[in-house]
């Protein structure tokens, strides 16, 4: 009914944001609390996608009657004081940012100052290494230094990232002639961008070791590019030699090898993105009702149907003529035919991340010429009453050569692919462009027919869903991990890119990418998961330590590293207990104010970080640790 009580509010307090969702919020972006039935209807959204949740929608006790008058209920709302609160969030959120900046300064300054060059490309050269390295791969003593484990290029970050190139160019802009900012400068440029660059240079991204894992790729791709046919080798003839890979992972890292910028036609590959369109925008029960979901049907004949009357698959010629069709129904009406495949071009572009697709003239006119085919089928079909009602044969089919006719290359198809793997949201643009149970169905129909006759062996062999097309295109996508796209212009006898099949089939199998593989500690640091287990006694012992000697330096550093302060040891005592006890006052009030450190953690003698400062007669260390005690339980 709209009433929110005192106690209600007390149930239900303001869900805890991340720190990503912090940073994107606006200040007084929280509304004020308003009847379910004064919502305006929103599309689902998925949880991936970044931004601010805010508030809940309360729910009422079921009542029909407001217990309060209209008036009094409104003058309620108005006095809670939650407009003030959203501006303390926001400046704390602020200050927050500024101190993850100066972190970052501090790990790459030198001499008082940052070179560009050191933050985005090179990292900083240390006496005992010249390139960056992981937790795992330095140990002197019984001490593991922690420094950021790479740059954001070498994390796999494009330059023209969106989520990182407006950062890049004002740092580059405003350096001095040696190339380099001081703290101030620094600060202005990085702050709006620290998440996502601590992301990078802690190595959270999906693919945390990206160098190694795209040296792996490439030694792969050369392997395959030295590779022949049998026909080549019958005939001593050579290939056309073009061969281009790349790839791209749900956290935007990315890879090109070889003749990724060569444009390729699409083909077959389109039929998959209309039936996720159609689906996306009907539903999937209702586009079934149309076009069925079995394996690539093996009958020498297109002209054949399911028991239910039906085309097999909506990846094959006659179920790809039925999403046309489907999907015209989800187009406004309009006078052109062109202005249509506009629309349908304009969310290919975006699950490009608006990278490079067009329509190929060429290729376009090519298929006009050999349209008679098409209009068979189309005539079968029409005989047999497989289309929906209202709809017109020949702007289906010529919206189906269009889409055939759409040319990407390899990297705008890997950002295409890319999006499939993370459930339809854009990694690089946060665009949700389809809705996830979208996403699930295009996948699980590429995985049982988008091989061709040879989707059951490819399915055998990596189990990841992919679709092949006659240009000699592949896709590829490995769910929640990356997507791919090769491209070479020979086929096998099933119609697929010999070179791009066996290039997948030597990924998968290397990296562990089946959805059956049992991954190895030494693999998952080879390929995607990242590896913590023998670390995490180092890093807290490095921590420890840190706090014992008082060496702000090295727990700035270890925080940046993505070292957990509240990480404890075998007697449960944290880098505050430890920090505490020694009466170190400039570490508590680093670990209190900007990592976010838990001061009411116990040891195994049931004391805390007070506790333990009272006890060792650290007097300014119990004044320090009482009033960030006192303040919190204000809170």
């Given amino acids: 009914n709209g009433v929110m009580t005192d106690s209600l509010l007390e149930k239900n307090p303001a869900p805890v944001k991340t720190a990503e969702a912090q940073e994107t919020s606006l200040s007084g972006n929280i509304p004020h609390p308003v009847p379910r039935n004064a919502m305006p209807p929103q599309r689902p959204r998925s949880f991936v996608a970044p931004g601010s949740t805010g508030l809940p929608v309360f729910i009422s006790n079921g009542g029909t009657k407001s217990s309060i ?5 409104e003058r309620a709302l108005s006095a809670q004081p939650w407009p003030s609160v959203s501006r303390m969030d926001a400046q704390h959120n602020q200050s927050k940012r500024k101190v993850a900046a100066d972190v970052l300064f501090d790990s790459f300054a030198s001499g008082g100052r940052v070179s560009t060059s050191l933050f985005f490309e090179v990292p900083k050269k240390r006496h005992y290494a010249e390139k960056p390295f992981t937790m795992l791969q330095l140990r002197e003593s019984q001490i593991l230094f922690i420094y950021p484990s790479q740059t954001l290029w070498s994390a796999g970050v494009l330059r023209n990232d969106p989520r990182i190139k407006d950062c890049y160019a004002l740092m580059r802009k405003l350096q001095d002639a040696d190339g380099a900012v001081d703290r101030n400068t620094f600060q202005r440029c990085v702050t709006g961008f620290v998440s996502f660059i601590l992301k990078a240079v802690q190595g959270r991204f999906v693919i945390p070791d990206f160098s190694t894992f795209a040296e792996e790729t490439q030694k792969l791709f050369i392997k395959c590019k030295q590779l022949s046919s049998v026909k080549e080798r019958e005939e001593g003839s050579e290939g056309s030699g073009k061969w281009g890979v790349s790839v791209c992972t749900v956290d935007g890292q990315r890879v090109s090898l070889g003749d990724w910028v060569e444009p390729c036609v699409l083909g077959e590959i389109s039929w998959a993105l209309l039936y996720g369109l159609a689906v996306d925008q009907l539903g999937v029960d209702y586009v079934h009702r149309y076009v069925g979901v079995e394996e690539y049907a093996k009958y020498e004949s297109p002209f054949t149907l399911s ?4 085309p097999h698959s909506p990846l094959t010629e006659t179920g790809a003529i039925i999403s046309a069709s489907l999907l015209q129904l989800t187009v406004r009406p309009v006078t052109e035919e062109e202005e249509k495949y ?7 572009r975006r699950l490009c991340n608006k990278e490079h697709a067009n329509l190929n003239c060429t290729s376009y006119q090519g298929l006009r010429k050999d349209i008679i085919r ?4 189309s005539f079968y079909l029409q005989e047999k009453k497989c289309f929906p009602e209202g709809v017109d044969i020949n702007a289906t089919l010529d919206l189906l050569l269009q889409c055939l006719s759409t040319e990407v290359s390899c990297e705008s198809g890997a950002a295409l692919a890319a999006t499939l793997a993370n459930g339809g949201l854009c990694p690089m643009s946060g665009d949700q462009v389809l809705s996830p149970s979208a996403v699930r169905s295009t996948l699980s129909m590429m995985q049982v027919a988008g091989m061709n006759n040879y989707s059951r062996v490819f399915h055998f062999k990596t189990s990841v869903p992919a679709k092949s097309s006659s240009s000699g295109a592949v896709l590829i996508v490995v769910p929640g991990v990356l997507g791919l796209m090769c491209w070479s212009p020979e086929l096998d006898a099933h119609g697929n890119s010999w070179r791009g099949v066996h290039f997948c089939e030597e990924l998968v199998s290397a990296f562990q990418l089946h959805s059956f593989d049992i991954r190895t500690p ?25 706090a014992y000697r008082g060496d702000l330096h090295s727990l700035r550093r270890y925080f940046l590293s993505g070292a957990d302060v509240n990480a404890v040891d075998y007697d449960g005592r944290s880098a505050l207990h430890v920090a505490a006890s020694e009466g170190r006052l400039e570490v508590i009030k680093f670990l209190m104010e900007n990592t976010g450190a838990n001061s009411t953690l116990k040891d195994r003698w049931g004391n805390t970080a ?3 400062a009272i006890r060792c007669n650290q007097g300014p260390a119990a004044q320090l640790l009482k009033k960030y005690t006192d303040f919190e339980e204000s809170l």
């Fill in 69 to 73: 008058p209209q008036s009094e209920q």
């Fill in 307 to 310: 028991k239910q009357g039906v």
């Fill in 342 to 348: 506009e629309s349908v071009l304009n969310i290919v």
């Fill in 374 to 377: 098409l209009h068979a089928l």
């Fill in 522 to 546: 030494f693999r998952q640091v080879l390929s995607y998961r990242q590896w913590k287990v023998e670390s995490e006694g180092y890093q807290i012992m490095n921590v420890l330590l840190a």
């Fill in 610 to 612: 007070l506790e333990e």
